[in-house]
């Protein structure tokens, strides 16, 4: 959600249009490596309690749009996003806030766009709270990156909400619970997935609102994110060996390879497949290890793999123990490295991504930018955006599920590709080197989106 909130606005904006950003101050390195000015205090009512907030933007439009941050003492001023006891309270005051903020404004914004659960009940906000009455007009939209969060709130909290309209209760309930991601899949104006895949799934299955999805099928549209091709252009990338574009992507690729295997005691002439990412369920980092292990032997040490990625110790340590044991066939990083995950696109030969759960994934795409294999499963945004390469003008190795065996033989299809089918190999580098995942066209349907809701 992080990349699509930074990169979304700029692009729009470049197309013309005006596009700024709430999110709460929460005390990360970029608020304290950053100038900001005060535009705005508050005070709301939450429960039987007031509270302050404050409202800072960001002074030199660095980012391509302007960033304003929600202060509020004692809720948001923490270095976690979420994962605290009092989350309901301090979203909901970020909520109130901004919907206050927002009544205070000289000129109603032409469209709000929430992401996720924590922005959830501005549309019910807006609509059916008597204090922000007077936004109920202006259109919502509110895009899901991850249903499985839905921010439920005990229906004994119903309290903490500015007073509304009783009569609309049902908007806020699902299942005996305020649930605020429901709440938005009714309320707001259009609803979007950040994938087409992903929309068709949570029809299936959404933590339990698949019904909800279903029925509100009209109104709901997948648009896959971009990807930020000034930040990822393995021709300009100044935290790559070599620079290379389609023509040159063999010996650039060999270069970064080659420092790649050096620093990780690699064999630069075997087919190199890395992960990058969590460590966690969703990513189905769990199976990694052994899946990593029973390739390796199945296929006599044909591959190397190195991991980059940090989550579950379980399986950080099981990777650690794997890289002892098979030391020279697999090796990982275990921590947060943005430099080494440049120099892993661009030097590694597939990227292995076996997701359970991808609404969009960013992942795969700079993987294709840099003309790095992605072996993914058919989930998602990844299931939109990889084609196989048994199918016409494949590009990609696909597999169904996230088990030990698909991966085995997915590694298998690798090997085969790398060593025995060079031609088809190198043609698919250079295609997909040149699909275009950039911003600018998910812009632009984000901004049609906008336009449908003035007319209508
Ligand atoms: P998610 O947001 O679900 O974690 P995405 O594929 O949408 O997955 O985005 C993950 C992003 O985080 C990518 O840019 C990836 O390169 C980066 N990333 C994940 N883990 C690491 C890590 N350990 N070191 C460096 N970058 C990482």
């Known amino acids: 959600m992080g990349d699509v909130v930074g990169a979304l606005p ?55 749009f302007d960033l304003y941050l929600v202060d509020i003492n004692g809720l948001l001023d923490r270095e976690k996003i979420y994962g605290y006891d009092d989350d309901t309270e301090r979203f909901l005051a970020f909520e109130i806030a901004v919907c206050d903020w927002l009544s205070k404004w000289q000129h109603k914004p032409d469209v709000i766009h929430c992401h996720d659960h924590h922005t959830a009940l501005i549309p019910f906000m807006l609509k059916y709270c008597y204090a922000f009455n007077h936004l109920a007009t202006i259109p919502t939209v509110f895009t899901i990156h991850n249903a499985q969060y839905q921010g439920w709130i005990d229906w004994n909290n119903s309290y903490l909400l500015p007073a509304f309209d009783s009569w609309k209760w049902g908007l806020l309930d699902w299942n005996k619970n305020i649930n605020p991601l429901a709440c938005a899949v009714k309320c707001a104006s259009k609803v979007t997935t950040v994938s087409h895949s992903y929309l068709d799934e949570l029809r299936q299955a959404a933590n339990g609102v698949e019904n909800l999805m279903q029925y509100e099928r009209g109104k ?73 292990r029973n390739s390796i032997y199945q296929h006599h040490g044909g ?120 031609d088809l190999y190198n043609w698919m580098r250079s295609y997909m080197m040149n699909i275009d995942h950039s911003w600018d066209a998910a812009a632009g349907e984000y901004i049609q989106l906008y336009e449908s809701l003035q007319s209508g």
């Not at 709901?220 to 021709?235: K, Y």
């Not at 990609?396 to 996230?402: E, L, P, T, W």
């Open 10 to 64: 700029k692009y729009q904006n470049e197309l013309g249009h005006f596009a700024k950003v709430v999110m709460p101050m929460y005390r990360t390195k970029f608020l304290f490596e950053n100038e900001w000015e005060l535009v705005h205090e508050g005070a709301q009512q939450m429960g039987n309690h007031y509270f302050n907030y404050a409202v800072i933007k960001e002074k030199t439009n660095k980012l391509g």
């Open 220 to 292: 709901s549209m997948g648009i896959l994110n971009g990807i930020d091709s000034d930040v990822w252009n393995p021709q300009k990338d100044n935290l790559i060996i070599k620079n290379y574009d389609d023509h040159l992507v063999k010996e650039g690729k060999k270069k970064n390879k080659k420092e790649l295997c050096g620093q990780f005691g690699l064999d630069i002439d075997k087919p190199l497949i890395v992960f990058i990412g969590r460590l966690v369920g969703e990513k189905a980092a769990d199976i990694l290890p052994d899946a990593i």
């Open 303 to 422: 591959a190397n793999f190195l991991v980059l990625g940090s989550g579950d110790a379980v399986v950080e340590n099981k990777l650690d123990e794997l890289s002892h044991q098979l030391h020279g066939y697999v090796n990982t990083y275990i921590g947060y490295d943005e430099s080494l995950s440049h120099l892993m696109y661009a030097g590694a030969d597939f990227l292995l991504m076996p997701s359970r759960v991808e609404p969009c994934g960013l992942n795969q795409m700079y993987a294709l930018r840099y003309g790095t294999v992605p072996m993914v499963r058919s989930t998602g945004g990844l299931k939109d955006t990889v084609k196989d390469f048994g199918d016409w003008q494949g590009y990609g190795i696909r597999f169904n599920h996230a088990s030990v065996n698909d991966i085995t033989y997915s590694v298998g299809r690798a090997i085969d590709l790398y060593n025995n089918k060079r």
